[in-house]
């Protein structure tokens, strides 16, 4: 079973505006990830948030964490058309295991 | 630079044909991953390694093995090829230190007919 789902399924937004998506999460967790895919090519790291973290930024992303909810949110702000892909959230668990578990993802499209 | 790179990139196979998707990586990492895209389910892991002779089989593994001879190569097989594996592979690796970050390869597609 997926252990993180990311909302909205879809996002479509004008360029220069800030894109929003979230991810829940079932289990406790050592940190959270977040990917970008582009169409028809692999994963890439943006950032990694840790458990004892709240907030964390890098560039024009900024990425929230309430353990307490089991909840995520990253902000990309001032999107542009490049920032089309698909975003997913991935957590690991607090066993160390190496192991991610990835959510479905959130479709972003940034018109120009 | 050091990369992970898959192959082959596209294929083709029949029902009942056994099928290898390779993956090689020149990070020297210990643990290596394969997943599965499928729309509706996000990525979902097949199997993984934390090193040479070391398997481990995850969310979705039946049907499919794996086998670590070398730090570097992580080939995955699907013994008798269904139509349900039709779907995109990717390998991925991370070092036991660090980051956590994943790092992944180009994907696989694979359509079984």
């Known amino acids: 079973s997926q252990q993180g789902e990311e909302d909205p399924q879809a996002l479509s937004i004008q360029e220069g505006e800030n894109a929003t998506m979230n991810c829940s999460y079932k289990?406790?967790?050592?940190?959270l990830q977040w990917y970008r895919q582009n169409s028809g090519r692999g994963l890439v790291h943006l950032i990694l948030i840790r458990s004892n973290e709240r907030e964390k930024h890098s560039g024009r992303l900024r990425v929230t964490l309430d353990t307490s909810k089991k909840s995520s949110s990253l902000l990309i702000t001032a999107s542009r058309a490049a920032d089309t892909a698909s975003y997913f959230c991935a957590t690991d668990a607090p066993s160390g295991t190496y192991k991610y578990i990835f959510g479905t993802g959130t479709r972003l499209k940034v018109l120009a | 630079d050091a990369e992970i790179t898959q192959s082959p990139r596209h294929k083709i196979t029949e029902t009942g044909r056994q099928v290898t998707l390779a993956c090689h990586q020149t990070w020297n990492h210990n643990n290596m991953f394969w997943y599965r895209q499928d729309l509706g389910h996000g990525l979902r892991l097949i199997h993984y390694?934390?090193?040479?002779?070391?398997?481990n089989k995850g969310e979705v593994s039946d049907g499919y093995s794996v086998s670590r001879s070398n730090t570097e190569d992580l080939p995955l097989t699907l013994e008798s090829a269904a139509s349900s594996q039709t779907s995109v592979y990717f390998c991925a690796s991370r070092a036991s230190m660090g980051t956590g970050e994943l790092f992944f390869g180009e994907g696989s597609r694979l359509t079984v007919l």
């Open positions: 289990t406790s967790i050592n940190n």
């Open positions: 390694s934390y090193g040479v002779q070391d398997t």
